[in-house]
């Protein structure tokens, strides 16, 4: 059986680990943190994505355990509707709409279809040799010893018996060597892989806007799911199973600013916005509110692969949130890989795959996210009038403009699990 590591188990990470098991091979996943990723915000898993979940089993799971958006759109700061739609003609269009969850859920179901006895925590990738397949580790400085965030699945087992995985010469836990036929690096934005394998490329940029992000109890009030543009702000907000609210604000800001109090921030930014907006940042807990500069790549990396090493997710294109696909193309990618894999098709066929589809996401993320960066009153007139109009001419615009994202199916070949819904 072929043997592959995963390094990273967040969204990408984990799905990799589960398409590839399902393929046929013997996988294990390394994470640094010692605990599963538990972050206090949403995730929206478009019709794309969850076809790619249904390849791997999980495509009903998540749409039980997620909340199904009614009216989707765009509003003014005063709550006038500038472009909106159904969720209804989502589904007629594409066979599915978007539903939204706390991002630990579906961590939470990718750890489970994966097996914790597959999954290692508190390991850190210290190198890899892409000819090899080599894969250097030591334990994570603080680890707790390798156990999931719930304390119940003890991963430290996994690998001892396969390929030598987390143990050096002296059989000291998490030191050592793993020899692989594949490591995927799923490590996130900032990839030690990534900068190894390509030393030439600049990396991720910044775009100019910085993030805040928060799930809080459903307020008084009625709560739509929708994004509100303003003068280089923007307040997305959704409702999520379990009467919770996740919500998401950008604003133009120099990287690296330091707020002492984020909660404050955001109701000196939102306060006086359309409802739900101030009731929800009210609502908010300050210590839970998560704030992070915003990154993408101004171009794309020249492959996904070098040797052996496949890169996924924001490891391989980092994208602004501003299409909401930034975990669904890293569950797209997963199960594309897994595909490659299965077949014993080369890499160079999942860069083929891949390379140019997030590339041009990327590009339509970054456009909008200009948009949205617009401050002078009289752009901010002009765009918004735009869209208007265009809406108006166009009811079907927002989903239309959609269709290359949202119309994405797996190979054939991965459909190996519930058959996906909706229009070839």
Do not use: K
Request: proline share 5%; hydrophobic share 40%.
């Amino acid at each position: 059986m072929p043997e592959a590591v995963v390094i990273g188990a967040g969204v990408g990470g984990l799905a990799a680990g589960v398409a590839l098991r399902r393929a046929g091979w013997d996988v294990t996943v390394l994470e640094r943190a010692g605990r599963l990723e538990n972050v206090g915000s949403g995730l929206a898993v478009a019709a794309n994505a969850l076809r790619a979940l249904d390849t791997l089993g999980l495509g009903d799971r998540v749409r039980e355990l997620s909340r199904v958006q009614g009216e989707l759109g765009v509003r003014r700061w005063d709550g006038r509707w500038l472009v909106s739609t159904t969720e209804d003609r989502a589904r007629e269009l594409y066979g599915d709409s978007v539903v939204l969850m706390p991002r630990a859920t579906l961590v939470g179901l990718l750890a489970e279809a994966l097996g914790g006895e597959r999954l290692r925590l508190g390991v850190e990738v210290t190198g890899v040799d892409a000819d090899t397949g080599t894969v250097r580790t030591s334990p994570a400085e603080g680890a707790d010893g390798g156990r999931t965030d719930a304390g119940r699945t003890n991963a430290g087992r996994a690998g001892a018996g396969r390929a030598g995985a987390g143990r050096g010469a002296a059989g000291h836990e998490g030191v050592g060597e793993v020899r692989a036929d594949l490591v995927v690096a799923a490590d996130g934005i900032h990839s030690a892989t990534r900068r190894a394998l390509f030393p030439g490329h600049p990396g991720p940029v910044y775009s100019g806007v910085t993030a805040w992000r928060g799930l809080v109890p459903r307020p008084d009030v009625p709560v739509a799911s929708t994004e509100t543009w303003g003068r280089g702000l923007v307040f997305g907000a959704h409702l999520l199973a379990g009467d919770l609210v996740y919500f998401y604000a950008t604003d133009v800001s120099p990287p690296g600013a330091v707020h002492a109090d984020e909660r404050e921030e955001l109701l000196r930014r939102f306060g006086g916005w359309h409802q739900p907006i101030p009731a929800l940042l009210r609502a908010s807990e300050r210590e839970r509110i998560l704030r992070n500069d915003v990154h993408h790549f101004a171009a794309p990396l020249p492959a996904f692969h070098r040797g052996r090493v496949a890169l996924l997710g924001d490891a391989a294109h980092p994208m602004t949130p501003n299409l909401g696909q930034g975990a669904c193309q890293a569950i797209e990618d997963a199960v594309v890989l897994a595909h490659v894999a299965g077949e014993g098709r080369g890499l160079a066929a999942y860069t083929a795959a891949r390379l140019d589809r997030t590339a041009a996401i990327t590009r339509r993320g970054v456009s909008i996210c200009r948009a949205t960066r617009l401050r002078n009153p009289v752009a901010v007139r002009l765009r918004d009038t735009g869209m208007s109009l265009a809406a108006r001419l166009r009811p079907d615009l927002m989903l239309r403009s959609m269709d290359e994202v949202l119309g994405w199916r797996p190979p054939a070949s991965a459909a190996n699990g519930r058959e996906p819904a909706g229009p070839a």
